[in-house]
Nanobody, 127 residues
Framework: QVQLVESGGGLVQAGDSLRLSCAAS?????????????MGWFRQAPGKEREFVAA????????IYSDSAKGRFTISRDNAKNTVYLSMNSLKPEDTAVYYC???????????????WGQGTQVTVSS
């Protein structure tokens, strides 16, 4: 069973930076490990649907970003540490949300693409 644990969230001011981490352990029923999984970050603000933020593939480390994340957020991974990161710069109040990491077979922007999810970490950006 894959387990994902996010960390790094907190309360910051607008314009600040944060780096979220997601540590993975275990493997899927089919034997897939972190190193062979696409990893994504999503977020969910109160009263809103979960939305895609960024994702990174397991091969060639291709990345995709939402329009709101482009130019401000960077997703990266360290397979030796089984960890994926989301570096967030120039944070805005509208970035306030619970941030979730997810693991899946392939790169995608839909939550349904991913089959394992962490519990989330709260990011609050004050104005």
């Amino acid at each position: 069973q894959v387990q994902l644990v996010e960390s790094g969230g907190g309360l910051v001011q607008a314009g600040d930076s944060l780096r979220l981490s997601c540590a993975a352990s275990g493997r899927t029923a089919s034997g897939r490990t972190f190193a062979s999984s696409a990893m994504g970050w999503f977020r969910q603000a109160p009263g809103k649907e979960r939305e895609f933020v960024a994702a990174i593939s397991w091969i060639a480390w291709s990345t995709i970003y939402s329009d709101s994340a482009k130019g401000r957020f960077t997703i990266s991974r360290d397979n030796a540490k089984n960890t994926v990161y989301l570096s967030m710069n120039s944070l805005k109040p509208e970035d306030t949300a619970v941030y979730y990491c997810a693991a899946g077979r392939s790169l995608g922007v839909r939550p349904s693409t991913y089959d394992y999810w962490g519990q989330g970490t709260q990011v609050t950006v004050s104005s």
